[in-house]
């Protein structure tokens, strides 16, 4: 079966510090494709990242980076020098190559705090 | 700018109530997708759709239906809704043809059942 797992619930940290959100994944799937998305307050859900099964490659994209790493199932999403505008929600998503079916971690509430 | 729309940003309806949640999407996408999202469940798949009038159910498609007449229009509909289905609908698109793009998402429709 399909699963994803967002372990941190919530977490809060103070402004200017780093922050890693863990997503761990399951799937049988060779191919397939892991989303991280951010639900600001306001609520409209904004894709972040696509990252596909053959490439491990991590990713930097100004303060966010991405540490993909099939060997342990894991997609992590790090904020460096974390801002206020930074606290949201924030989603992994698993899709599967198979069929179109998406599935969403729990999600992670982010707290930077001033 | 493209676009999906929910009709409805907030409804109030009773319980017994028939209750139809719009969806329509002007990006030609082939799926689409229903989620409702509840505080500490994250997103979860009610029904999705690779085509017109095909669906797939997902994860909680118990007390609910939809209908995909037009590909540009998939609706969520609650036969008799009951408290429990008091939740943040959101609805969802993204192409076919194995592109398995990232999800574009509506603002919402939140749904008190009284």
């Known amino acids: 079966a399909q699963k994803v797992t967002q372990a941190q619930t919530e977490i809060s940290v103070v402004e200017k510090e780093d922050v890693t959100l863990d997503c761990v994944y399951e799937?049988?799937?060779?191919?397939?494709?892991l989303f991280w998305y951010k639900q600001p307050p306001s609520g409209e859900l904004v894709f972040l990242i696509r990252?596909?099964?053959?490439?491990?490659q991590n990713e930097i994209s100004g303060r966010y980076s991405w540490n993909f790493q099939k060997s342990t199932s894991s997609f992590n999403f790090t904020i460096t020098a974390s801002q206020v505008v930074d606290s949201a929600v924030y989603f992994c998503?698993?899709?599967?190559?198979?069929?179109?079916?998406?599935?969403f971690g729990k999600g992670t509430r982010l707290h930077i705090l001033p | 700018d493209v676009k999906v729309t929910q009709s409805s940003r907030y409804l109030v309806k009773r319980t017994g109530e028939k209750v139809f949640l719009e969806c329509v999407q002007d990006?030609?996408?082939?799926?689409m997708f229903w989620y409702r999202q509840d505080p500490g469940l994250g997103l979860r798949l009610i029904y999705f759709?690779?085509?017109?009038?095909?669906?797939e159910k997902g994860d909680i498609p118990e007390g609910y239906s939809v209908s995909r007449e037009k590909k540009e229009r998939f609706s969520l509909i609650l036969e008799s809704a009951s408290t429990n289905q008091t939740s943040m609908y959101l609805c969802?698109?993204?192409?076919?043809?194995?592109?398995?793009?990232?999800?574009?998402f509506g603002e919402g429709s939140r749904l008190t059942v009284l």
């Open positions: 969802a698109s993204t192409p076919g043809g194995g592109s398995h793009r990232e999800l574009f």
């Open positions: 799937t049988r799937d060779t191919t397939y494709y």
């Open positions: 990252r596909n099964s053959f490439d491990e």
């Open positions: 998503a698993l899709r599967m190559n198979r069929d179109d079916k998406i599935i």
């Open positions: 990006m030609d996408h082939e799926n």
């Open positions: 759709s690779y085509d017109v009038k095909m669906k």
